[in-house]
């Protein structure tokens, strides 16, 4: 008796368990974070542990990584948090990022400051020039 062979997963249910739309597979598969084989119809046959690799390219894109840092890191990558095992190049990666980030959020807090301070100066003009005034006791300009 010959045993049938089992099917990968199809792009339709991949999507279903991760919540992933298929566009977007297709893109994670064209950057080479995933790579699905190709059944004899043509059509893209994940395996299971295709859910896992999913969830955690979600993640890493949530932390803020591209898909080249992504397509860098998933060899080194345990569970779905997912953990790295130890690699110095790795850490470096992960290091240089954080730092870029921190830059960024320091630039966006001048940014803000300065926003704030040419709000406060302008609000200060108009006040100045336009007495504030009580509109309830204000009476009708005889024409």
């Not at 992933?20 to 119809?41: F, I, M, S, T, W």
């Not at 807090?109 to 006791?137: G, K």
Request: charged letters at 25%.
């Amino acid at each position: 008796m010959k045993v049938k062979e089992e099917a990968g997963v199809l792009i339709g249910e991949l999507s279903r368990r991760t919540g992933v739309h298929a566009h977007q597979l297709r893109y994670y598969e064209a950057q080479g974070l995933l790579e699905p084989d190709r059944g004899a119809n043509g059509y893209r046959e994940y395996t299971d542990d295709a859910v896992l690799t999913v969830g955690q390219i979600r993640n890493l894109l949530e932390a803020g990584l591209s898909t080249q840092e992504i397509a860098y890191m998933l060899p080194c990558a345990i569970g779905a948090a997912p953990d790295f095992e130890s690699c110095p190049e790795l850490l470096d990666l992960l290091r240089a990022r954080l730092h870029g980030l921190d830059e960024h959020i320091d630039t966006l807090a001048r940014s803000r400051q300065a926003l704030h301070d040419y709000i406060a100066s302008t609000e200060q003009r108009v006040s100045h020039r336009y007495p504030a005034c009580d509109a309830a006791t204000l009476e009708p300009t005889p024409a």
